[in-house]
């Protein structure tokens, strides 16, 4: 008898181990009905992903940018390479307010919202109505 | 047997003997006795055959055996000469030089008494004072001395006279007795002196001589005497010398005389040869009269010819040839000698229009006008000869003495009447077929003024009776026709003419009933091909002319004027056409009348003026602005009178009708005829007001623009791509350091760009000028300055092409943007820093602060669940120590940013 797959589930991607706690925290308070997953690079993110894309049918990734191993840049170069074949919804969460970096994190397809840190509860309400998950959460 | 009686008998004379027998001019010995071979070097038959110029060589005996032949073969007569010496040059015994002879010729007759040879009889005559007796003295004397006509006398040692004939007297033309108390020697010509004073020094020397000389009587009158001189011997001392003088004078007068004759002669068939030989040119007759003045010994020989004026009717001389000798003055050019009033000089007009000589010497003349002359031009005697054409004098030819007052002699005068009387007969001659000459040339013109007016001129000239019917036809018919003259007689001349023309043409005809001639209007003839010839006819009643009897018809074939003048029309129209087409003005202009035909579309888009004010005929030259008409004149009229220029370009201003002047350029085009004289000039006026203002502006433009050049640090170029020259200006020296020299090289900015840039610039302005829609080019690239720098350049240029869209000139600057581009790339790096900066602050700084904000959140809400409080406050204080030191780390940065921005400065 087949699993039935997930709708979906919330990596929060940070080395931060404090703003990993903290958008954990604010996520809960607003009450989101998924699976949190912390991940504190995006190479692990990716790899997670990756091994859990036959389970889950969609993964929304709260990505911060500027971190060690794989930064959220190159984590979004990375599915340019290699197609998962599954729905990833990128918000990227940074302490930068760069225009630079808005800028280039929306030439990404992936990314959905630029959010600077730190995550309140009401850029949660406002993750969960975006246009392209909206249906996820209500 | 008597023959040789006789021969023995002369064989054996005493005395010298010989035989002469004249045969041709010479007297030749036949026949010789034993005397003379002994006294002569020849033997007998040595002498036989010798001439008498032989026996007696070189002697002066040998003229007076000449004559004393003759003599006796003429009258048969003894002739007996003596006594004299003989100088024989083969004497054999030297007793015989000295010895005198008389000597006796003898005439030998024949049957018929006619002698035939001379016997030739010496008889020795030795004067010998002591052996002679008185009686034969007295003889002697009286038959040689007294009753001798030749003169005889004898002279002392000094050369006086001692004893004298009557003879002698005579011929010096002094009495006996006065010519005894003479010398001589005062009836010596000069030039003769010399000569007559030799011979006497050789008689009382002992030599008897005989000479012949010149004279002078006691009256100044010249004798030439033949003188015989023998020394007078006593006691065989010489003591002086007797003398015999022949006068000679008339017999070399007369030979003289003759000689004079024979040379006149010579001198009038010489000259009459010339005249004959190269008619009567002038150079002709300078050299006869040269001739014939220095035969006549004249010092001026000349012609003067007599005109009657048609005005004052009066007789006028003109001096046309002249010959003159070394003592006498041209007077040729002399005026007074041309058109002199032949009434001034009635002394020689006298004589001469009576066709008689006219001959006067300067003591003899009066004072008149004829005496200033002869002083004037130095003449002592004159004699003109009249020149007389049918009895009328034609001029006269003279001929002046200038050294002495000369009778001229009957001879001379007779022989230049003679030559006078050919040269008329030469000018009559002349006259006369000069006269034929004009008669025939004036019918030769006639005749051909006929032919060529009649019979090959261009018109057709006919008769006519009353009845139309052609009486006549010119044979120009054929040329003008193609008709045979017999092709159109007796037919009606109505019948060739174009049946729409007769009607008119026979009432135009009808008027000659009234008046004597009628010009028709053009008709129509029908020629041998049967065209229509276009004739113009002038009819000329003479039908009560009784050479005539008919209507002379005198028609000109007008076929080509009438086409022509349909083409000149057709012409016209284009040349209209031509200028409806063109804002300019056509014009032609008919140098030799001065019209001028002038097209164009309208005046009033050029100038204003209405075509009644154009068409005056000062329209043109009254409207060109004062200052430019007189140079406009004169280079026209330079232009027009040089037969190599065909071509003429002017500029001048032109009054608009409002008063404001218009730029007119005006080229024309010359028409020439044969003569290379300009006889039209086609042209077309153009007003160029409005280009002569864009050339201006053009200028000043172009003065702004190298204004501009010289005040910008800029490189300002401009580049003829026509002769591929390019001007920049001075920042080519001044801020990229390059020489002018270097300016020259056509490729040269090409090669200062920096190699890495040349292909990019080049392509880039190939494609640029290649696009016809493109006139602005930019580019960036690198050049190497004179000095060795780089420099950074932005060239722009904008492209000036033709209509057919080329590039002829492309002008350009060059600015040099290297601290520019240096201060850019600062700026960049400060950027690049200040980003960095951002960077670092969105990322380093504002990590931590967001982290803080995280946990203060916390405290907000008072939720330690995640996290226990006291955590929560060290986490707090953590990320604000790393905010501190991000802060501190930013600081230092930027100080040595700072630093370093002052250390480059």
């Not at chain 1, 929060?12 to 949190?36: A, E, G, T, W």
């Not at chain 2, 006796?104 to 030795?126: W, Y």
Request: aromatic letters at 10%.
């Amino acid at each position: 008898m087949p699993t039935r797959k997930s709708d979906m589930e919330i990596l929060i991607v940070d080395d931060d181990n404090i703003v990993c706690m903290l958008h954990r925290n604010q996520l809960l308070r607003s009450q989101v009905p998924y699976k949190l997953v912390t991940c504190s690079n995006g190479k692990q993110a990716f790899e997670y992903i990756r091994s859990k894309k036959e389970e889950v049918n969609s993964f929304l990734v709260l990505l911060d940018i500027n971190m060690p191993v794989m930064n959220g840049w190159e984590f979004l170069e990375k599915f340019k390479e290699k197609s998962l074949d599954t729905d990833i919804y990128v918000v990227l969460v940074s302490s930068s307010t760069y225009r630079d970096d808005k800028q280039k994190a929306f030439r990404s397809d992936k990314v959905i919202d630029y959010v600077t840190k730190p995550l309140g509860v009401s850029d949660v309400e406002k993750i969960k109505n975006l246009k392209e998950i909206k249906s996820y959460f209500n | 047997m008597e023959k040789n009686y006789l021969l023995d008998i002369f064989t054996a004379l005493p005395f010298p003997c010989l035989v002469f027998k004249k045969e041709g001019e010479n007297f030749n010995v036949v026949q010789a006795n034993r005397k003379i071979s002994s006294i002569l070097c020849f033997n007998h038959d040595e002498i036989i055959g010798k001439s008498l110029v032989e026996v007696y060589p070189k002697d002066f005996i040998v003229p007076l055996l000449q004559n004393s032949f003759h003599k006796v073969l003429s009258t048969s007569k003894k002739d007996v000469i003596g006594p004299v010496t003989l100088n024989f040059t083969h004497i054999k015994i030297s007793d015989h030089k000295n010895l005198m002879w008389d000597i006796e010729n003898i005439p030998i007759k024949d049957e018929n008494t006619d002698a035939v040879f001379i016997l030739h009889v010496l008889k020795e005559a030795v004067l010998s004072d002591s052996d002679r007796n008185e009686n034969e003295k007295d003889q002697q004397y009286e038959h040689f001395i007294t009753k001798n006509p030749d003169g005889l006398y004898s002279l002392d040692l000094k050369g006086d006279f001692t004893s004298a004939n009557e003879g002698i007297a005579e011929i010096a033309e002094v009495s006996l007795q006065e010519l005894l108390k003479m010398n001589f020697l005062p009836f010596c010509e000069t030039k003769d002196k010399e000569k007559i004073w030799n011979h006497f020094q050789e008689g009382i020397n002992g030599v008897a001589n005989t000479f012949e000389a010149n004279f002078l009587s006691a009256k100044g009158n010249e004798k030439v005497l033949l003188i015989s001189l023998m020394p007078i011997k006593i006691n065989n001392e010489i003591v002086g010398t007797y003398g015999r003088a022949k006068d000679i004078t008339n017999l070399r007068n007369s030979e003289k005389v003759l000689s004079e004759k024979n040379h006149f002669l010579n001198v009038n068939s010489m000259f009459m040869g010339l005249l004959l030989e190269q008619g009567l040119s002038v150079e002709t007759l300078e050299k006869a009269f040269s001739i014939v003045g220095q035969t006549v010994k004249a010092d001026r020989m000349y012609y003067f010819e007599a005109v009657k004026d048609e005005g004052s009717k009066e007789t006028l001389i003109s001096m046309k040839v002249e010959w003159t000798s070394e003592n006498a003055k041209p007077e040729i050019d002399n005026p007074e000698m041309h058109g002199l009033s032949a009434n001034k000089l009635q002394e020689i007009m006298g004589p001469l229009t009576k066709n008689l000589p006219f001959t006067a010497k300067l003591n003899d003349l009066p004072e008149c006008e004829l005496r200033d002359i002869f002083l004037d031009q130095q003449i002592k005697s004159m004699l003109l000869l009249p020149v007389f054409i049918q009895n009328d004098l034609y001029g006269f030819i003279g001929f002046d003495d200038c050294t002495t007052e000369r009778n001229w002699s009957n001879d001379e005068i007779n022989f230049l009447k003679g030559l006078a009387h050919n040269f008329t007969n030469a000018v009559e001659k002349r006259t006369a077929e000069t006269a034929l000459r004009q008669k025939e040339e004036a019918l030769k013109r006639n005749e051909e003024k006929f032919k060529a007016l009649v019979q090959e001129g261009s018109d057709l000239i006919g008769i006519l009776d009353t009845s139309g019917k052609y009486l006549f036809v010119s044979d120009t018919s054929k040329n003008i026709l193609g008709l045979d003259p017999q092709d159109m007689i007796g037919k009606l001349a109505f019948d060739f003419i174009h049946p729409d023309d007769v009607q008119r043409l026979q009432e135009e005809f009808g008027l000659l009933e009234t008046q004597k001639r009628v010009k028709t209007a053009a008709f129509r003839f029908k020629d041998q091909s049967g065209n229509w010839r276009w004739m113009e006819t002038t009819a000329t009643n003479l039908l009560s002319d009784p050479a005539v009897q008919g209507i002379v018809v005198n028609s000109r074939d007008i076929t080509t004027i009438y086409e022509q003048a349909k083409e000149i029309e057709l012409i016209n129209e284009r040349y209209r056409l031509a200028a409806k087409a063109t804002q300019d003005i056509i014009y032609d202009w008919d140098l030799e009348t001065d019209e001028v035909i002038r097209y164009y579309r309208s005046l009033i888009d050029l100038f204003g003026y209405t075509a009644e004010e154009v068409d005056q005929r000062k329209f043109w030259p009254s409207n060109i602005h004062p200052d430019d008409l007189p140079h406009l004149r004169k280079k026209l009229d330079d232009i027009l009178g040089d037969e190599e220029e065909f071509f003429i370009s002017t500029e001048y201003r032109f009054k608009r009708v409002d008063g404001s002047y218009a730029r007119v350029r005006d080229r024309g085009f010359i028409i020439r005829n044969k003569q290379g004289k300009a006889i039209r000039l086609i042209g077309a006026s153009s007003d160029i007001s409005e280009l002569t203002a864009k050339e201006e502006a053009l200028k000043l433009a172009n003065q702004r623009f190298q204004l501009a050049m010289k005040a910008t640090n800029e490189m300002i170029w401009d580049w003829n791509l026509e002769t591929n020259e390019i001007v920049r200006n001075q920042a080519f020296e001044e801020v990229y350091k390059f020489s002018e020299e270097t300016n020259k090289a056509s490729d040269f900015w090409y090669s200062r760009i920096h190699p890495k840039d040349q292909k990019r610039v080049k392509k880039s302005l190939d494609i640029a000028m290649a696009n016809p829609e493109v006139f602005k080019w930019k580019e960036e690239y690198r050049i190497f300055k004179g000095n060795g720098d780089r420099a950074y350049v932005i060239d722009r240029a904008s492209m000036i092409r033709d209509n057919l869209g080329n590039v002829k000139r492309m002008v350009g600057a060059v600015l040099d943007v290297t601290e520019s581009r240096r201060l850019l790339q600062e700026v960049k790096g400060q950027r690049e820093t200040f980003k960095e900066i951002a960077w670092e602050q969105s990322h380093v700084v504002r990590a931590p602060l967001a982290r803080l904000q995280g946990l203060l959140d916390l405290f907000e809400i008072n939720d330690f669940e995640v996290m226990p409080k006291n955590e929560l406050v060290e986490n707090v204080k953590k990320a604000a120590n790393e905010i501190d030191g991000i802060i501190t780390g930013i600081v230092s940065r930027i100080e040595k940013i700072e630093v370093g921005a002052d250390e480059k400065k």
